[in-house]
């Protein structure tokens, strides 16, 4: 096998291309590692606890986890029957639950990687589930406009809350006390996740929201909005929200990295913008996927960056020097 650097390729087995691409910061480069193996678009991707494993899932109903040091795969999952557009890991790293276009959450035993069990609760589209802390709960948005709250120990779920219009996407806070849930005309809600009340809605402005991530203090809510902008405003109302371009076309996902200090936003143009969180200054630019970005997710320490797109691949980007 020929070694190759810089702006080349270097292929270990089908599965795993590495590549040295220049960044856009001064004196930065940026390690990129590609998985390959998806035969559809890729919609979701999920870092495990200890960042060591990677979960992603796509348009045909298959998972594929990977081994984050190694680029190789580890499992191939089977069980949903249609498009999967989410997976998460338990916090303690013994599960992974899934949900999708076939209205079920399946929750497989990371040991093993069989299904533990199938929980049937919503009537449409599951777009969205979030682990509820260590307690053995999970949280499922779905298209019928219903939050199922499951107890994992008895496999039984009830309603969370007051029943929304359709919820295309959810995003849990990382100190676990906000929910933040996105309906169909693009009103974000801020639930209390202890007493299941809403505390503020954002409207919509008539323009659709594709992701939405907290940062990491839980403070602050970015929405990935479908006019190529990205807003920026207080969980809790207080300043007025900022809103700055970050696409040309669509923006499709936002993630910020586990110290808070870059956010990086994924477009229907295929590139990944790397933003200073503070100020939102452009930091710089990350290109290789041929067609649209659909998820981003960071590592939970460090600096790695993965990115799921329709292209049929997963990229890891190393952002250390970034900082």
């Keep these: 096998m020929r070694v190759l650097i810089s702006k080349s390729l270097q292929v270990l087995g089908s599965l795993l291309v590495l590549a040295g691409i220049q960044g856009c910061g001064p004196g930065t480069n940026r390690t990129e590692v590609i998985l390959q193996g998806h035969t559809c678009g890729v919609d979701a991707v999920a870092f495990s606890a200890d960042g060591r494993v990677l979960a992603s899932a796509g348009t045909v109903g298959a998972i594929r986890i990977w081994d984050v040091p190694t680029g190789k795969e580890r499992a191939h999952l089977q069980g949903h029957t249609d498009p999967v557009w989410a997976i998460t890991f338990s916090p303690d790293g013994k599960m992974l639950a899934s949900a999708g276009r076939d209205g079920t959450v399946k929750l497989w035993d990371v040991a093993t990687w069989l299904v533990r069990f199938t929980l049937h609760g919503h009537t449409g589209w599951v777009r969205s589930v979030v682990f509820l802390g260590d307690d ?188």
């Excluded at 709960?137 to 007051?162: K, M, Y």
């Design 136 to 323: 053995g709960e999970l949280l499922s948005a779905a298209t019928d406009g219903t939050l199922v709250r499951w107890n994992l120990e008895q496999a039984q779920g009830r309603a969370f809350g007051e029943p929304e219009s359709s919820i295309w996407t959810m995003a849990l806070a990382p100190n676990g006390r906000f929910l933040a849930t996105v309906s169909e005309d693009g009103s974000v809600s801020i639930w209390d996740v202890a007493t299941e009340r809403k505390l503020a809605t954002y409207p919509g402005d008539r323009v659709g929201v594709a992701a939405v991530a907290f940062t990491p203090n839980s403070q602050r809510l970015a929405a990935a909005r479908m006019d190529g902008t990205v807003k920026l405003w207080d969980v809790l109302p207080g300043k007025e929200p900022l809103i700055f371009r970050a696409h040309a076309a669509n923006a499709k996902a936002v993630a910020f990295s586990s110290d808070g200090r870059i956010l990086a936003t994924g477009g229907s143009d295929g590139a990944i913008n790397l933003w200073d969180a503070a100020t939102v200054a452009q930091r710089g630019t990350l290109t290789g996927h041929t067609h649209g970005i659909s998820t981003l997710v960071f590592a939970p320490r460090g600096q790695t960056l993965a990115s799921g797109s329709w292209d049929k691949t997963v990229r890891l980007w190393d952002l250390t020097g970034d900082e």
